[in-house]
């Protein structure tokens, strides 16, 4: 049996790209590497995973995911900044999501920065 492709859109296996970063073991080095995985946490209903990535000024308190909604592909469409020596970048993409409703997109402009060292999710810029 083939290994599961990470819902990132990389082409790797999961075990090899997203899931090591959803089980802590390997921290995401660029801002978009946290952003791929976070897109896969929501495909896969990790909502543990999103709120420890998110940066502590801004997470919620809780997070529900919408159990009828299903991640369908990624497109990274821009970055800037967020490297591995930089304190702070942006990440814009294209998440496809499909529903009993139909299907669509979610459009959006992340902003990332380092939090203790690590790579978190500030916001929607």
């Not at 899931?19 to 978009?32: F, I, K, M, N, V």
Request: with cysteine.
């Amino acid at each position: 049996m083939a290994p599961r492709r990470c819902p990132c859109g990389t082409g790797l296996p999961y075990d090899e790209c997203c899931g090591p970063r959803h089980d802590c073991s390997t921290p995401a080095a660029t801002a978009e590497q946290l952003m791929r995985s976070r897109y896969s946490a929501f495909a896969v209903g990790d909502t543990a995973y999103l709120l420890a990535t998110w940066h502590s000024t801004t997470r919620p308190p809780s997070l529900e995911l919408d159990a009828g909604v299903r991640w369908t592909g990624l497109d990274v469409l821009r970055t800037a900044g967020g490297g591995l020596l930089e304190q702070e970048g942006t990440v814009e993409f294209r998440a496809h999501w499909r529903s009993e409703d139909g299907t669509g997109d979610q459009h959006e402009v992340s902003r990332f920065v380092r939090e203790v060292g690590a790579w978190r999710y500030l916001d929607a810029g």
